[in-house]
């Protein structure tokens, strides 16, 4: 089912993946045709390593829908060149629209996204101690720092937000145990929400499809960060259970959303 919000349909973000994946490079139109075709309109496609950053430019060239972001993602760092940070940099100038992403916890390309006011997605894994020193140090992004797919104690959620952070949740938060789950929901504020797919490497496996809404559960409700203290809920047209609270922009914020067919 889609979600639909004032007859129309609830535009979706899939705020990370990495569609220039050459094992999906044979279908990968098709799969952005069905992904747009279903209600995404944007995707935050993240580089990995200076040999994909070319061909997630021409992605942004010819996909309006795609974000490009370039960095260099932990996985890649044994291998990277001598001159990959100047070729980072130099990337990062010459599309403007483009993103830091995605980067080990480590301070210079942090600092590079910083100093450019570029949104950085960030690979955090058991590094939440790091990421809290350097940014005390750093101080705050002001045009965010995404958390891809979040998984870190609920306890680090408003530390990180105060720096500029959004909290973006893949299919392996369904891992998680639901006590555990809820707490970390319950310290996100609404207008600091993401969903990624994290595709092709998502799980579990699933299309924007799977998607849909459930009953607000009350427990879960967080007060957000501050900026959305005059948002009121609405009820979903067609869908009387279901409550969608809209920023002071009047755009829609994702409320509570869940993925199907686990
Ligand atoms: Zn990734």
């Known amino acids: 089912m889609q979600a639909m919000v004032g007859g129309g349909?609830?535009?979706?973000?899939?705020a990370h993946c990495h569609l220039q994946d050459p094992r999906i490079a044979h279908c990968m139109p098709h799969l952005l045709t069905a992904a747009v075709e279903a209600g995404v309109r944007w995707f935050a496609v993240n580089g990995t390593s200076e040999q994909d950053w070319d061909v997630v430019r021409k992605m942004g060239d010819t996909y309006p829908t795609v974000i490009p972001c370039f960095g260099l993602h932990p996985w890649y760092v044994a291998n990277r060149s001598p001159s990959w940070f100047s070729t980072l940099q130099s990337k990062l100038e010459a599309v403007p629209t483009a993103?830091?992403?995605?980067?080990?916890?480590?301070?210079?390309?942090?600092?590079?996204?910083?100093?450019?006011?570029?949104?950085v997605a960030v690979h955090c894994v058991?590094?939440?101690?790091?990421?809290?020193?350097i940014l005390q140090e750093m101080g705050t992004f002001p045009a965010g720092?995404?958390?891809h797919s979040y998984s870190g104690p609920a306890e680090m959620v408003r530390m990180l937000a105060k720096y500029g952070a959004y909290f973006s949740f893949s299919g392996f938060f369904t891992s998680m145990k639901v006590e555990k789950a809820k707490q970390?929901?319950?310290?996100?504020?609404?207008?600091?929400?993401?969903?990624?797919?994290?595709?092709p490497d998502a799980f579990p496996r699933l299309d924007p499809s799977n998607l849909y809404w459930v009953p607000e559960d009350h427990a879960s409700s967080s007060k957000g960060s501050g900026d959305n203290s005059n948002a009121e809920d609405h009820a979903i047209e067609g869908l009387p259970n279901l409550n969608v609270q809209h920023n002071q922009a009047g755009a829609p914020i994702i409320h509570l959303v869940t993925i199907g067919n686990v």
Do not use: Y
Request: hydrophobic share 50%; no cysteine.
């Open 9 to 14: 349909r609830l535009p979706l973000f899939d």
């Open 99 to 119: 993103a830091v992403g995605e980067v080990e916890v480590l301070k210079k390309q942090l600092q590079l996204a910083q100093t450019l006011q570029r949104p």
């Open 126 to 133: 058991n590094a939440f101690g790091s990421l809290q020193d």
């Open 145 to 147: 720092i995404i958390m």
């Open 184 to 199: 970390v929901l319950l310290q996100v504020p609404l207008d600091r929400i993401l969903l990624e797919t994290d595709a």
